[in-house]
């Protein structure tokens, strides 16, 4: 018989399962994974949830996750570093299924901003925490603002087309349109004066060239309203009616988001097409999941299933007060 007391084997579960508290008393290290990180609301969110850390005394790891490839990639390189877990913003909320197989391996914990996965069957993939905004009601509040500035101009609906940028691959993006559409028409605007312009990405050159076509077929038209999913797209269909030749008395578009792209537009000396957007915190984004994430990995407390934002209308002549207190 040994001399010596007989331990079972640690597995890799076992380790995998550290108690909150052990947790909390080693370095609390969580990725920040987005999509476009040169996009300003992008930037916002990774620099309010570096702040966060810096605050809470946990490392932020900022990377990039333009493709499916480079998330695993990166959920390999958070891995290598220690880290217990992530936040992300997906390239293609199809990916979800594939991801959350990669963070399992690993035991990180995962919450999605702003996209949301979604299942083999489109479905929302509720195990996985979210917080984004209501893509639907800000849509609504887009179609609302847009209308309210055609009556102030005393448009008359029939007279009037719309650009819709879309990308209906991305759920997100077609309840945010959806809800615009759904508005407008409410407000008495003609569906058949709805033209489509679907962008192969989410940025301004992708929608330029996807706007730049629809206002050439379409010349009978003086007076313009332009929506998409974003403003960055918004503004490349303003920059294609400047091209066309179309003033800013004979535009109205109006984005989502609030952030940089906007702020530059609003500061030019002259307006534009450009009439407003409607903003939402990034920055709050980017602190509260992370804060709900941090919760999570030390304290055990798993976040809601979906949190669901709303936005400010923000125009020319509000949008440094609108910025400030949004904390933009």
Sequence with gaps: MSRFPIFAPLTFGACLALSPLTQAQDEVKLGFIVKKPEQAWFINEQDAATRLGEEKGFEVVRLAGEDGQEVLSAIDNLHSQGAQGFVICPPDVRLGPTIMRRAEQYGMKVVTVDDRFVDADGEPMEAVPHLGMSGYKIGRQVGNAIADEMEARNWDPDDVAALRITNYELPTAKKRTDGATDALLERGFQ???????????TDT?????????IFSQNGDYEHWVIYALNEESVLGGVRASEQYGLTAEDVIGVGINGSGAAFAEFSREKPTGFHGTVAVSSTMHGR?????????????????????TTGTLMTRENWEAVRDELGL
Aim: no cysteine; charged share 20%.
């Design 288 to 308: 509260q999941t992370a804060q709900n994430l941090y919760d999570w990995v030390t304290e055990g407390d798993k976040p809601k299933a979906n949190t669901e």
């Design 205 to 213: 050159s992708s929608a330029f060239s996807a706007a730049s076509p």
């Design 191 to 201: 569906e058949d004066n709805i033209f489509d312009a679907p962008q192969q990405n």
